[in-house]
């Protein structure tokens, strides 16, 4: 097969581990995958504030009330890093927002649980964005250019997300008895979407070849999985909560956590939109699009006013 | 000016001075209707852990670039001028503040 002299150009910058940047040639393929990652990605941030923003005006305290704010604040920039760096790749944020709206592109299965109690505010912190974090670091070293700088500042963010949310599980582990059991009951309904976070299992994640190979993705489904698991057990025990997986045992020859086994068909059920809150996420997130309309609107008028006022 | 197929606002490109004594760096880019919102907008989504003292807002598209397509021919020029650089010298040993 004879390349292009961009071809060969793109190949080097990845067999160098260099970064491809936007206005450098790079194949249909390679800026699909990537649209559609950092979309999911965008879309996951902003659908993201509205289970944890769902306990705002109900914290128990000032001090995790500011906390929370901040936290769902800081989602949305995330969001907006992500929308502006996959902008670069030729899609604009309005058609993004539809194809989400439209349910055309995906946000994380893992916002359709809905957060029942108090507790799960925490769970989300610890367990979601944890597994976040494990996803997200290799990403920092991917090869696109824009995708890299965006997730350096979100991973800088992020680590206070996590550990606000394992302080708060702490507190009320070692509260009252009901403090803790809610603490327990929130780790064992966000445990294994947390697990599920990382993807199908290797051997049924088709695309993972072709991204590893492109530098977009560098660690496995499975290689990122037992990470988390690794580390995350051991928190567990010193936030004095059990990891609701019975056949969870410590395998000394390989130094590794093993945890049981995945239900992998409540995974595709809310994939295919059957989670409980699939339709109230996506209902939300179109009538705040429709109900900001006037102000995007009026902004758009007065900048229009203003410019012809100024002489040219 | 904003392209009449855009249906959002225009971009708008973000530099931050860290800290006083360090030029402007460019950190990301946001949608804004104006230059002042874009100012405000970038408070928000660049400084919220007082990453800067001061910040400039340029619309992206009034920014002149470089083609990567011509990379070669445009910094070539500099590629085979290495007596530019101090390390280009043999200075005898023991010389001192040189």
């Known amino acids: 097969m004879s390349q292009t002299a961009d071809q060969q150009y793109f190949e080097a910058l990845i067999a160098d581990d260099s970064r491809v940047e936007p206005r450098d040639w790079m194949p249909d393929g390679y800026r699909r995958t990537l649209i559609r990652q950092i979309a999911q990605h965008a879309h996951s941030e902003i659908i993201g504030m509205q289970p944890e923003g769902n306990w705002i005006t109900r914290a128990p305290s000032l001090r995790r009330k500011a906390i929370l704010m901040a936290k769902v604040q800081d989602e949305a920039g995330h969001g907006l890093y992500l929308y502006a760096a996959a902008e670069t790749l030729g899609i604009e944020r309005a058609e993004m927002l539809d194809l989400l709206h439209a349910g055309k592109q995906r946000y994380s299965s893992i916002f359709n649980y809905p957060t029942l109690t108090w507790a799960d505010v925490g769970a989300i912190g610890w367990l979601v964005d944890g597994a976040a974090i494990v996803n997200q670091v290799p990403i920092c070293r991917c090869s696109y250019g824009p995708y890299v700088r965006a997730m350096v500042r979100i991973c800088k963010e992020e680590s206070f997300h996590q550990r606000q949310g394992f302080e708060s599980l702490h507190a009320l582990s070692h509260g009252t008895p009901d403090q803790h059991a809610m603490a327990q009951d929130a780790v064992n309904r966000w445990w294994w979407p947390s697990i599920m976070m990382f993807g199908p299992p290797d051997d049924e994640s088709p695309n993972s070849a072709q991204s590893m190979a492109w530098g977009i993705k560098r660690h496995s489904n499975d290689e990122l999985r037992q990470r988390f698991v690794d580390m995350t057990v051991p928190q567990a025990e010193v936030l004095g909560l059990d990891v609701p997986d019975p056949d969870l045992r410590f395998d000394k020859d390989t130094g590794h956590w093993v945890h049981g086994p995945i239900d992998w068909d409540e995974f595709r059920d809310i994939l295919s939109g059957n989670g409980p809150c699939n339709a109230e996420r996506i209902d939300a997130r179109v009538a705040t699009h429709s109900e900001g309309a006037w102000v995007r609107e009026a902004a758009t008028a007065y900048a229009a006013k203003q410019a012809e006022r100024v002489p040219a | ?98």
């Open chain 2, 1 to 98: 000016m904003n392209e009449p197929t855009s249906r959002d606002w225009p971009l708008w490109e973000v530099f931050i001075r860290a800290r006083r004594g360090l030029s402007h760096s460019h950190v990301g880019s946001l949608h804004a209707p104006d230059a002042d919102l874009a100012l405000h907008n970038a408070r928000d989504l660049y400084t919220r852990r007082s990453e800067g003292v001061s910040i400039w807002v340029v619309e992206s598209a009034r920014i002149t670039a470089s083609s990567p397509d011509e990379k070669d021919e445009f910094f070539d020029p500099a590629a085979d001028k290495i007596y530019r650089h101090p390390t280009f010298y043999d200075i005898p040993d023991g010389v001192q503040h040189l």
